[in-house]
């Protein structure tokens, strides 16, 4: 009997594929392989769904956290320009009339330094301001003649001298008043102190000296006690070598009122709580001062130092100038005066132009400079950086 021979199975799928396909498919029907495509199918649709929906998702997040950003930043901002100025209009037409006198005599005669570079004739043209038009430029003759003049340079030294003495001198004093008073229990002598501490603040300069001179002069009251109890009188006022410190004591009696005012506003803000909670811990009078009350001060302290920096070429026009005669120009003679007697006085207005356009420029970069120095300390300053 002849025996029907079977031909073997081909094992290779095709377009090549690997022989080890077979066995996992052997024995499986064709029902359950059309059950596991549509669970396959159902698999990689549910993953693509959940990745478009965790995609969207993060679209939509990271979209409003940009919007809540963008909302928050402008909330913070007072909103546009317009909602601010419809907001705070009453505040701004307060301060126009402030801002206006500012710009009138602070910045528009900044124009004016022109005629620093001109041989400025008032009387070229009946108009002064028309006659800038119509005057010679001559560059930087005005100054070059400055620089050569040795009387500007005397001036330049003695306002120099009498900057270094008023901020040794002058400036801790209020500081020092301010802690004094700060430490005064009693309100009511508190408020007496700083009344009395700010009264000279309002009185001029020729009543100030009017004083001193009562007081220190010739015939002030001290040189004629000494006198009637045989000693020899004195006269500060006309002392050409303490004229110097005598300008820096008319300064701190008439102005130290008024930065004791400034300290003790920046001291009203720290609050009791720091002072009980370093008296818990057992920190003395002393200690407290120099961890809890200078502290506070820094920020006022530095701001008030860049300001004063910012005037050391200005140490009192007035002041100076009515004493000028009494100890010569040699121990008085000062930028502000200088200025005066030189170029203003005898109607040389262009070299007097040039001499202040000189103190404006360096005044204005040793503000630069102490602020500067305040961020580097870690203070704010003038401006913030």
């Known amino acids: 009997m002849a025996h029907s021979t079977t031909p073997p199975r081909d094992t290779t799928e095709r377009g090549g594929a690997s022989d080890t396909a077979a066995p996992s498919d052997a024995g499986v029907s064709r029902a359950e392989r059309k059950t596991l495509r549509k669970a396959l199918r159902?698999?990689?649709?549910?993953t693509s769904t959940k990745a478009s929906t965790k995609a969207s998702t993060k679209a939509s997040t990271k979209a409003s956290t940009k919007a809540s950003n963008k909302a928050s930043k402008k909330a913070s901002n007072g909103g546009t320009f317009r909602v601010r100025l419809r907001r705070d209009r009453t505040l701004v037409l307060m301060t126009l009339p402030a801002v206006l006198l500012v710009l009138v005599f602070n910045y528009i005669p900044i124009l004016g330094n022109v005629v620093a570079f001109q041989e400025y004739d008032p009387y070229v043209s009946d108009n002064g301001f028309v006659a800038i038009f119509h005057s010679p430029w001559v560059g930087f003759e005005q100054f070059s003649r400055l620089f050569e003049d040795s009387a500007f340079w005397d001036a330049v030294r003695n306002t120099l001298v009498l900057f270094g003495l008023q901020l040794?001198?002058?400036?801790?004093?209020?500081?020092?008043?301010?802690?004094?008073?700060n430490s005064v229990i009693r309100p009511r002598v508190r408020a007496v102190s700083q009344a009395i501490l700010y009264l000279p603040h309002f009185f001029s300069w020729v009543l100030v000296i009017t004083v001193f001179q009562q007081i220190f002069g010739g015939a002030g009251i001290i040189?004629?006690?000494?006198?009637?109890?045989g000693y020899e009188g004195f006269d500060l006022m006309t002392d050409p070598g303490i004229f110097k410190f005598l300008v820096t004591a008319e300064g701190v009696w008439k102005d130290a009122g008024w930065g004791v005012i400034v300290f003790l506003a920046a001291l009203a803000s720290v609050s009791p709580d720091l002072y009980e909670a370093s008296a818990m811990d057992g920190a003395g009078r002393w200690r407290r001062m120099w961890h809890v009350t200078l502290p506070a001060l820094r920020p006022v302290i530095a701001l008030l130092l860049v300001l004063r920096v910012g005037d050391a070429l200005t140490v009192g026009f007035e002041q100076i100038l009515l004493q000028r005669d009494a100890v010569g120009p040699g121990a008085a003679e000062v930028l502000d005066t200088y200025v005066w007697w030189n170029g203003v006085r005898n109607q040389d207005f262009s070299y007097a132009a040039a001499a202040g356009l000189i103190k404006g420029v360096v005044s204005l970069g040793l503000v630069l400079a102490a602020n500067k120095v305040a961020h580097l300390m870690g203070e704010q300053g003038?401006?913030?950086?």
């Open 42 to 46: 159902k698999t990689s649709k549910t």
């Open 168 to 181: 040794l001198l002058f400036f801790p004093v209020p500081i020092l008043l301010a802690l004094l008073i």
């Open 223 to 229: 040189a004629q006690t000494l006198r009637q109890h």
């Open 382 to 385: 003038v401006y913030k950086k």
